[in-house]
């Protein structure tokens, strides 16, 4: 397993005009990249910038339009993911195609050619992974592994074709910080081997750390080249975006306002086999507070947006209350008529419904709560579409949410138009307490600062909003509070200002017998 | 080599409103030619099948006739399908409709009074409801596929029919024959209008049909269908209840198909015996997605149907074909509908990859 450099001069990988038309719809409109032999190189871009749709083309589940790909200086086809694993390129998605009823050595066993045996591939794969500092059980079952733990066996099994460009997805959007650190070191090793690491980020931090060149895409076409290390964040950012990003002014009310919302004692059994149960969560929060929930991915986010939404209600009412009334046996519609409103994680097929257009949408999360406004005709229970519309309008235009013409599908909007406007939906009502599970998760620059700016406002007006995330640059963005879930257990929360992102990262891996031995106490 | 099913990144709008004619069409071809291999005309036989019907006041009847339990099934399922709960038994919640609504004029027979049709009716659906019920209950509290136990209970209704009318129900004057008492006038389904045989039960099919569009279109109800049908999380997130749903859509859509049962035993043969339906049930299924889950679409495609019923039995008499003929015709149709809308939304492509000879072969 010795990589092979290519021949000095000709970069190891050349895309030249490639475009690739949906339609009419360039999402790649004649893109040019090198990526010489032995660097990291960083492909930076909003979401619908064309970098998914790029790399799809390399690794040859999309076939381009027209251009060409180069692979040390020869023209190649790239056909399917085969073929590109057959020339040299490796890939890690974002969300992995890992079976978790099955170990470790089986997952890889699956996506090689049939005749290897079982035991070897268990020997190679522990063989390299203890090579890059990876280490893994080859017979641990999925299911029991964290999702560092499941990245490494998606990058062993690259590893394993011997690639010489490796393409990681977002790799550290799931990872502690200490999980990214070792993850850096093994993409140095690789590098020092003169393997080369396409390296996607929406992280300029990351980026300028240890990528070696980035190339920016915005709307389809390169909007810059550069050494990510002679750039600042906000130069990354302008390139990225177009514009200055407006930065989020922080909360920072000192009053000390009512409970809005408090979880007591809040346990959940795991629904499925594989889902996280939560464990004794209590929390508090107050009214112009925002009390920010971070978290490695997996850790129980999910479960805890269920049971505080009431989509899941629990059987003790007074495990949630919302404004001193006990709810947690309440479904969400009730809660809503408390005055709680919700913006869940997964904005498809969970926030709205990407076929019906956005009044529609609009009355899903408002049907009851507006009532009197959007329904008529009493128990017939008419939509008044007229009404709708217009409230659906004001909502787009106080969100700023861009879309083409004036009720389109949800669908047909990008990612962080159609979050601005879901969250957008919740604010136009002024709920006196909002939970927001990942409220910018996958969104580009400048949405996720108008967003995050909406819900520091909505707390300083004397709302208590609870933020779920797992990106820490917003959660000291806008949080007041700060609490860490971690294995459907949550942490005491702290100020805000009293926190580092290590004491975070030391939470986030379970560390905190002190803060077991508090909430023992408090019994 | 294999073939893959591509997405369409923009389906054509022009091609969705036109697929359910091009069907026709094809059926319309696809038919000329088994009728040319049947060593018929085939301009005379497809005249005959979907031409000569329409020329009779007659057979104008027969068609409202048979449109009217198709068109009130039909819609039922529509309600199923959109909030994606699949009923596949509204043939036996007919036959169980019928049975039911029949408990008045054939157990009461003695009862005479303006009631007895209005009770029947209202038996009807509840008897058609009620057995939908069961895999209703099935699905909602243990997780069952209401596929297969909904279609599993027709044979179910279907036998326990058959042995209603050879057992108790069994008429005393009927010479031994499998049938019931004849039903008395005020049980039977007032016709229409005075030039034919059609009754009441084609009013009730468009009045259900288009009381169920306004639902579908106008209501919070039909939004909440909709909803439940596209994604179950979102519905959840509305507060919508997936269990009620299933509840609510198989209640629904088993109800009109027990109305249709009593409507067409009340108005067309006036007794219940071993055979009630040519498969009204089944073909509703058709008539649902011809008429793309859209109760006024229905009332067409429910209109269109009963002539491929009609026209069978044309080409019967004038051709002496076999009346499988019709099976055939809405067998051709139903794959062709199908066949259309697929084929707007994804595209074919053929895949000459040398899967087994590369070493990658299970890798995606």
């Keep these: 397993m010795s990589a092979v450099g290519a021949s000095e001069g000709s970069p190891l990988l050349a895309v030249r005009n490639l475009t690739k038309l949906f339609g009419s719809f360039a999402a790649c409109n004649g893109i040019d990249l090198d990526i010489k032999s032995g660097e990291i190189h960083a492909l930076l871009g909003e979401n619908g910038a064309g970098k998914s749709t790029l790399v799809k083309m390399l690794f040859g589940v999309l076939a381009p339009t027209s251009g060409q790909i180069l692979w040390k200086g020869e023209a190649v086809r790239i056909a399917s993911p085969g073929a590109a694993r057959r020339i040299g390129i490796g890939m890690v998605f974002q969300h992995f195609s890992l079976f978790e009823a099955l170990t470790v050595a089986e997952n890889i066993a699956l996506s090689l050619s049939p005749g290897i045996s079982l035991s070897k591939v268990a020997e190679e794969a522990s063989r390299l992974s203890h090579l890059y500092g990876l280490p893994l059980d080859p017979n641990a079952h999925v299911a029991d592994l964290s999702v560092g733990e499941r990245q490494r066996i998606e990058i062993v099994r690259a590893l394993l074709q011997n690639p010489e460009l490796i393409i990681l997805d977002e790799p550290t959007s799931v990872l502690t910080p200490q999980e990214a650190d070792r993850l850096f070191e093994t993409l140095a090793k690789l590098k020092s081997e003169g393997r080369s690491v396409l390296y996607i980020s929406h992280r300029l931090e990351e980026v300028q750390r240890i990528c070696d060149r980035a190339t920016v895409l915005r709307h389809g076409k390169v909007t810059g080249a550069c050494d990510p290390r002679k750039e600042t964040p906000a130069s990354l950012a302008r390139m990225m975006v177009g514009s200055d990003v407006a930065s989020v002014s922080a909360a920072g009310t000192n009053t000390k306002g009512d409970v809005l919302l408090e979880a007591r004692h809040l346990t959940v059994p795991s629904r499925t086999p594989f889902a996280v149960a939560l464990k004794n969560v209590c929390l508090k929060v107050r009214s112009g507070e925002v009390l920010a929930i971070a978290g490695v991915a997996g850790n129980g986010q999910g479960e805890l947006f269920d049971a505080l939404s009431g989509e899941y209600p629990v059987v003790d009412p007074t495990a949630v209350s919302i404004r001193g009334k006990a709810a947690g046996n309440l479904g969400i519609t009730a809660r809503r008529l408390m005055g709680a409103g919700f913006v869940p994680e997964e904005r498809h097929g969970h926030a709205a419904v990407t076929t019906l257009p956005l009044s529609d949408n609009l009355v899903l999360a408002r049907s009851q709560s507006d009532r009197k406004t959007f329904l008529a005709g009493g128990l017939l229970g008419i939509i008044r579409q007229a009404v709708v519309r217009i409230a659906s309008k004001r909502i787009s235009e106080t969100m700023d949410v861009r879309k083409s013409g004036e009720n389109p599908a949800a669908g047909s909007l990008s990612g962080g138009n159609l979050q601005k406007y879901i969250v957008g939906r919740e604010l136009d009502r002024q709920p006196a307490v909002l939970i927001v599970n990942q409220p910018t998760w996958g969104v580009d620059a400048g949405a996720a600062s108008r967003i995050r700016q909406a819900l520091v406002d909505l707390a300083k007006s004397g709302s208590a909003v609870l933020v779920i995330s797992q990106d820490l640059d917003e959660i000291f963005e806008v949080a007041t509070e700060i609490a860490v879930i971690s294995e459907g257990r949550l942490s005491d929360s702290y100020p805000a200002h009293d926190l580092t992102r290590e004491k975070i990262g030391l939470l986030m891996g379970g560390m905190y017998g002190k803060t077991e031995g508090e909430v023992a106490h408090a019994h | ?364």
């Design chain 2, 1 to 364: 080599m294999r073939i893959e099913l591509e997405k369409r990144a923009n389906p054509s709008t022009l091609y969705s409103i036109v697929s359910p004619f091009l069907a026709l069409a094809l059926t319309v071809v696809a038919g000329g030619i088994m009728f040319a291999l049947l060593g018929k005309d085939p301009g005379a036989a497809l005249y005959s099948f979907f031409i000569e019907p329409l020329l009779d006041v007659w057979s104008l009847h027969e068609i409202a006739i048979k449109a009217a339990p198709l068109i009130l099934i039909g819609a039922g399922l529509s309600v199923c399908y959109r909030s994606n709960n699949w009923n596949i038994g509204a043939e036996g919640q007919f036959i169980a409709g019928a049975i039911a609504g029949s408990i008045v004029p054939v157990v009461f027979h003695e009862w005479h009074s303006s009631l007895v049709l209005p009770l029947m009716l209202i038996f009807g659906m509840i008897g058609g409801a009620l057995y939908a019920a069961i895999p209703a209950f099935l699905k909602a509290h243990m997780n069952t596929n209401e596929i297969l136990t909904s279609l599993m209970l027709v044979y179910i209704a279907q036998l326990f029919l058959d042995w209603l009318v050879r057992g108790p129900w069994r008429s005393p004057d009927a010479y031994n024959f499998p049938v019931t008492r004849d039903f008395a006038p005020e049980a039977i389904l007032p016709e229409l209008i005075s030039s034919g045989r059609a009754n009441l039960g084609f009013a009730l099919a468009i009045v259900a049909a288009v009381g169920l569009w306004i639902m579908m279109r106008y209501t919070l109800k039909g939004f909440e269908i909709t909803v439940l049908g596209q994604s179950e999380r979102a519905g959840r997130f509305a507060g919508f209840s997936s269990k009620r749903m299933i509840w609510f859509s198989m209640l629904l859509s088993g109800g009109l198909a027990g109305l249709a049962g009593i409507a067409e035993v009340s108005g067309t043969i006036g007794k219940l015996q071993p055979v009630i339906s040519p498969g009204y049930g089944f073909t509703a299924i058709i008539v649902a997605f011809l008429g793309r889950l859209n109760p006024l679409g229905i009332i067409a495609a429910g209109l269109f149907l009963a002539l491929t019923y009609v026209g069978g039995e044309a080409v019967q008499l004038t051709l002496s074909v076999s009346d499988k003929v019709t099976r055939v015709f809405q067998g051709l149709l139903l794959f062709f509908v199908l066949s259309c809308d697929t084929l707007i939304q994804y595209k074919i492509r053929l895949v000459f990859a040398r899967l087994g000879q590369s070493n990658e072969g299970g890798a995606h």
